[in-house]
């Protein structure tokens, strides 16, 4: 039986009402190719497009402290 690790990538959420965009985390069971661009929900549940340019963690001040833990 084989089992495939599961891949994180960054995912760039809208900014919505006073709330500001945050970079979170998605986590993909395919090539994140596949994603690239697409609306997908993050681990803390938000919907977020992936950015496969940015790597999990991002390098960025402004990161979704939810998906930040992980």
């Known amino acids: 039986m ?3 690790t599961p891949t994180l ?7 919505h009402g ?11 069971h395919r090539p ?3 994603v690239d ?3 997908e929900l993050t681990l803390c549940g938000a919907l977020a497009r992936v950015d496969t340019d ?3 963690p991002p390098a ?5 402290p939810a998906c930040a833990t992980v």
């Open 2 to 4: 084989s089992t495939s």
């Open 9 to 15: 990538v960054a995912a760039r959420s809208r900014a």
């Open 18 to 28: 006073p709330a500001a965009a945050l970079w979170h985390a998605v986590e993909v």
């Open 32 to 34: 994140a190719a596949e």
């Open 37 to 39: 661009a697409a609306c």
């Open 54 to 56: 940015q790597h999990w």
């Open 60 to 64: 960025a001040p402004d990161v979704c």
